[in-house]
């Protein structure tokens, strides 16, 4: 089984700060995801990955960025975290050659800025 | 563009009843469904997967969806419900517009609560 893991469950950081939120894959998948996920909203794509070095923007990139040094690794970057980015971040991977193959998602980090 | 609408933020059922949790799509291509769930404190995982190949969708845990071109739906249902349903639902479509990437566009979300 694919498996996603998210390096936080929960964070707590201040107004301010740069936060770094990582996610490993281990399935070799080319594709790499980070959502953000508010109640009411659904899941709103921040950027995506689609090879090393490779990004491309979501729908709601402002404020975020991403770094892929490495296929197994995406990390999200918040360069100066305000109160508005307090939410539950969910990466995802896919390594899949057809529209039908699902996204294998992490558990989550649930990030609080104060 | 495509979008799905989930028409129901909460939905709450009785433990043994029957289970409907609506979804409606848009979609200028063939669309590619599915359903995710997500209990508390947990990733996604998928439910379903609508491939075009039947348009009644069996899942885990005795879920299952029809897909309705004339209607623009695919509803997510199962004949009884058990407390371990209780957890978020999500219908989403493939971002066709963008190549074959693995995008996703998700609908709001359904709260499924199941009362003893």
């Known amino acids: 089984d694919v498996k996603v893991t998210q390096s936080s469950r929960y964070l707590v950081k201040r107004t301010g700060e740069k936060v770094f939120l990582e996610c490993v894959q281990d399935?070799?998948?080319?594709?790499m995801f980070w959502y953000r996920q508010d109640p009411g909203l659904g899941l709103r794509l921040i950027y995506f990955?689609?090879?090393?070095?490779?990004?491309e923007k979501g729908d709601i990139p402002e404020g975020y960025s991403v770094s892929r040094e490495k296929k197994e690794r995406f990390s999200l970057i918040l360069e100066s975290a305000s109160t508005n980015q307090t939410s539950m971040y969910l990466c995802a991977s896919w390594g899949g050659r057809v529209l039908t193959s699902p996204l294998h998602f992490g558990n989550g980090t649930r990030l609080t800025v104060t | 563009a495509q979008s799905v609408t989930q028409l129901d933020s909460h939905v709450s059922v009785s433990e043994g009843t029957p289970v409907l949790l609506r979804c409606n799509y848009s979609s200028s291509y063939s669309p590619s469904l599915f359903w995710y769930v997500q209990h508390p404190n947990k990733g996604l995982q998928l439910l379903l997967k609508y491939t075009s190949a039947a348009t009644l969708v069996k899942g885990i845990n005795g879920f299952e969806a029809e897909f309705k071109k004339s209607e623009t739906s695919f509803h997510l249902t199962k004949p009884s419900a058990h407390m371990s349903d209780a957890a978020e639902y999500f219908c989403?479509?493939?971002?066709?517009?963008?190549?074959?990437?693995?995008?996703?566009?998700f609908g709001q979300g359904t709260t499924l609560q199941v009362k003893p």
């Open positions: 989403v479509v493939s971002d066709q517009g963008s190549g074959n990437t693995g995008k996703l566009i």
């Open positions: 990955s689609y090879d090393v070095k490779m990004k």
């Open positions: 399935m070799d998948h080319e594709n």
